[in-house]
């Protein structure tokens, strides 16, 4: 190695480290505002500057630091572009991720542990919920915070007193992201533990009396911190705040203690969830057994028994403190949690891959291999994860495209909008890995705004006939039971995107609007009862788009459909695409005498069309309504015939 790497060794370590946390993460930069971001925004929307440190009624928790980016950001931009607030969040992660690579290397001097313990926390799989959902921002900056106090804590030992200063308003700073923060007496302990044999700690002068009270406070300045922690617990219960969840005395700790175990365990979890034989209990008890093992192998070296102890020890205090105090199904459902408790284990996942190190002439080799095969499926089930909410995303790219230049008064009807997936197959035996974009205290109002920067009217509906099964479970965000009165609630009309689960993912389609247009003087044809006012049919490659604007009767016809044939040349039939207006149901849409509605559709085209024929059928016994022309002719089959109109600048 050459004297500038040795020189530079640890930036260039962290560098690394932080590159490899923003690729992991960097698709979140394109996630549309979602799930907590939109209750995030809801709340800060009453706050400013000052009242922002203040306990919140309508709030489970006092977090301040959770609302700051958020006000930062408006006051920035006016609103709450979604790329910038999980840039937030991206670089947050990246720098978690480098402070605990410098935090390994200045108390071991190792690169390897400094590097696998970066790469491992970067890369920790159950700890995505924290990253890529920006209204989770507190989890990142919270180890951000710690991490840095952890930095000055160390320094402060060494005798440089302003360093103590520094450590108090970081970790008051803590306490004010996130309750964990009272852990951080514990972590502070553990730490100091770890460096005891590189940091020389300096004494104070203290009167003998105190020096008794304190236990020697001169070399446990931690317990200032735990004492701390512990008043803040217990002013914390007197705050003016929402309930925030209910009591964990009632929730069973065994599925708590499994998910946690499989937390600390979880590269053998993964390989031993590849085995359908064996249940989660088994596999979660023996992959501890086996980590339990390896540590008494590592620690029969000295040096290796604090670092251990601090691994063990962070994930262990931070696994029970939340193992007591909330409810089994909130634990199960929020990998977030074990974003702070990560620290601790990939801590200690790098001193045990350091162990290997002892085989001297293959050790480094099978340590990279090691490293690699914990990194890979890691990084796999983070990637899996994020694009299962892309996935749920898709919804919200197709509406934003559509509307964003539509005029604010037009408004959105979302049928079946998703609010939440999970795998059929899990990637892990124990906890729900979901992926929500909407949940029950949220509104679609609130997905619409947020995301488009416009207030325009909203409407959310489930339709368990439009439903498929896709072969896994999920959930749609259905808060209204029908259309309601849509002259009332969107008297300019409204567009409608409709949501279906199927095995490829979500299929979201725009299928067009209903709006108070005039009553029509001029039309196309008649179709039974339903009069066509305006089709255009334009082809582009292998797609065919047709835009239909139709008038219809005041009380349709339940079995009512529209039938859409592409023709070729020869009469064969290259596409077809039948359904009701608006792919809704008729009943649906008994619309306000005069309004029209506009259906879009898309034809997949097996060869180049020649024409189009448009029709309308009850589709139980499959006869075609009589149809006429402009002048009431009747037209052949029933149908009218469209041009095919090529694709524009082709």
């Known amino acids: 190695m050459s004297r500038w790497l040795r020189q530079h060794q640890l930036a260039i370590t962290a560098v690394l480290v932080a590159c ?93 542990r400094a590097l696998a313990a970066g790469l491992l926390f970067a890369s920790y799989p159950f700890a995505y919920q924290a990253v890529d959902v920006a209204g989770n921002n507190v989890y990142p900056l919270l180890v951000v915070l710690v991490l840095l106090a952890g930095h000055t804590y160390l320094q402060a030992l060494t005798g440089h007193r302003v360093w103590w200063v520094v450590t108090a308003v970081l970790f008051m700073l803590t306490l004010l992201s996130h309750e964990l923060a009272v852990l951080f007496g514990a972590f502070a302990a553990l730490m100091q533990w770890a460096a005891a044999q590189r940091v020389e700690i300096t004494q104070w002068r203290l009167k003998p009396g105190l020096h008794a009270l304190v236990f020697n406070l001169s070399r446990s300045p931690y317990l200032l911190f735990l004492a701390s922690g512990l008043l803040y617990i217990l002013l914390y219960r007197f705050l003016p705040t929402a309930e925030a969840l209910p009591s964990a005395s009632d929730s069973p700790w065994w599925p708590k203690a499994l998910y946690w175990g499989q937390a600390a365990g979880y590269p053998l979890v993964w390989v031993g969830a590849r085995w359908s034989v064996f249940t989660a209990d088994v596999i979660v008890v023996g992959s501890l057994l086996i980590m339990l093992a390896c540590t008494g192998w590592a620690a029969r070296w000295p040096r290796n028994r604090l670092a251990l102890l601090l691994g063990w020890g962070w994930w262990g205090i931070t696994a029970v ?135 325009r009217p ?132 008994a619309l306000p005498t005069g309004w029209l509605v506009t259906d879009r559709r898309t034809v997949s085209l097996a060869d180049a069309p020649a024409a189009l024929l448009i029709g309308a059928y009850d589709y139980l016994s499959g006869d075609r309504f009589p149809a006429t022309d402009a002048g009431e002719r009747p037209l052949p089959d029933n149908a009218l015939p469209l041009p095919v109109a090529p694709c524009p600048g082709s």
């Open 458 to 589: 909203v409407r959310a509906i489930g339709m368990a006939g439009l439903q498929r099964d896709p072969g896994h479970p999920y959930g749609i965000h259905d808060q209204a039971e029908d259309m309601g009165d849509v002259a009332a609630w969107a008297p300019a009309g409204a567009h409608v995107f409709i949501s279906q689960f199927t095995t490829a993912g979500v299929e979201a389609q725009y299928t067009g609007h209903f709006w108070p247009g005039e009553a029509a003087t001029n039309h196309l044809a008649w179709m039974g009862d339903y009069r066509l006012v305006t089709a255009t049919a334009v082809a582009c490659e292998d797609t065919l788009t047709l835009t239909t604007t139709w008038q219809l009767p005041a009380a349709p016809a339940p079995t009512t459909s529209l039938f859409v044939q592409a023709l070729a040349a020869d009469g064969r039939l290259v596409g077809q695409n039948d359904g009701p207006p608006l792919n809704l149901p008729p009943e649906m849409l």
């Open 20 to 112: 490899f946390a923003l690729w992991l993460y960097a698709p979140i930069r394109h996630y549309p505002l979602l799930y907590d971001d939109l209750l995030t925004i809801r709340l800060v929307k009453a706050l400013n500057y000052a009242t922002v440190w203040r306990p919140n009624p309508d709030f489970g928790y006092y977090r301040p630091l959770l609302f700051l980016p958020y006000l930062f950001t408006h006051s920035l931009f006016g609103y709450y572009p979604p790329s910038f607030l999980y840039a937030q969040n991206l670089g947050l992660h990246a720098l978690a991720a480098a402070l605990l690579t410098t935090l390994a290397w200045r108390l071991w001097q190792r690169w390897p």
């Open 321 to 455: 403190l939340l193992t007591l105090t909330l409810p089994t199904d909130y634990v199960l459902h929020g990998p977030r949690l074990t974003y702070l408790g990560s620290v601790g284990i990939s801590l200690l996942w790098a001193v045990l891959l350091d162990a290997l190190f002892t085989w001297r002439r293959v050790g480094q080799m099978v340590w990279a291999l090691a490293l690699a095969a914990m990194l890979l499926p890691g990084s796999l089930f983070v990637r899996g994860r994020m694009a299962a909410l892309a996935d749920l995303g898709t919804v919200v790219d197709v509406m934003a495209r559509h509307m964003l230049p539509r005029p604010l008064a037009e408004g959105v009807l979302f049928v079946n909008l998703p609010a939440w997936s999970v795998p059929a197959h899990p990637t892990f035996p124990v906890g729900v890995e979901i992926a929500a974009l909407m949940g029950h205290h949220l509104f679609a109002e609130e997905l619409v705004w947020h995301n488009l920067n416009q207030v």
